[in-house]
């Protein structure tokens, strides 16, 4: 079962901005990459997809609601939170058969990029993980009490318009609108060496 790309899951520990001045490190998340537009591959079915993403140094409050998410990841402190948006050819916060079929295909698509990028991390060394956007329990890593809701994290992250539809809550990307697939990787790696494993990812329009 998919949960709405666009609707808040039920059971998590919301992420709201502070203003409250604070002398902790990192009293608000600092954006090290703004959104980035790549061109990449999924390998399995060797169809190209768009793909938007973000680096993020969480704020030390956010990091605190991360270590309920990843309970077992030591320095969380430094994690880095990367937001990412799949461009998708229909409105998914519709129903249907058609709908249906193209979130089970970005779902695909994501997990099969991050697992990618994760496990190069991880070979590096490194922590690094993406929760499921279906169920928002980490892949990799054990459970926490928490699960990560992708949209009030973007919110959080990226300043972008949330719309509230009833018991949804919607996110509208600036340029896509609500036809977005949202996912969320996260790593104690440098953003030099994320996007250098990110960069190995792309392809050129001409690439198969």
């Not at 409050?61 to 050819?89: D, G, H, S, W």
């Not at 990618?116 to 990799?140: N, V």
């Not at 539809?165 to 953003?191: E, M, N, R």
Request: glycine share 6%; with cysteine.
């Amino acid at each position: 079962m998919h949960q709405s790309t666009s609707a808040v899951a039920a059971h998590y520990v919301p992420i709201k901005s502070t203003t409250n001045s604070s002398k902790k490190r990192n009293t608000r998340s600092i954006t090290l990459l703004p959104p980035t537009l790549i061109n990449t591959i999924n390998k399995k079915t060797q169809k190209k997809f768009v793909l938007e993403f973000s680096i993020h140094l969480a704020s030390s409050r956010f990091a605190r609601e991360l270590k309920n998410v990843f309970p077992q990841v030591e320095y969380i402190e430094k994690c880095l939170v990367v937001p990412t948006f799949l461009k998708c050819a229909h409105d998914l916060v519709g129903i249907g058969a058609v709908i249906e079929n193209e979130k089970d295909e970005k779902l695909e698509d994501f997990v099969g990029w991050g697992k990618e990028i994760c496990q190069k991390l991880r070979d590096r060394g490194y922590w690094a993980d993406l929760t499921d956007p279906c169920s928002g329990y980490p892949i990799f890593s054990e459970r926490g009490p928490s699960i990560y809701p992708d949209v009030q994290g973007a919110v959080e992250l990226l300043k972008y318009d949330l719309h509230n539809a009833g018991c949804c809550h919607i996110l509208l990307h600036p340029k896509w609108g609500s036809k977005v697939y949202p996912g969320t990787l996260f790593t104690t790696a440098s953003d030099l060496e994320l996007k250098q494993v990110i960069s190995e990812t792309f392809v050129s329009e001409s690439e198969s």
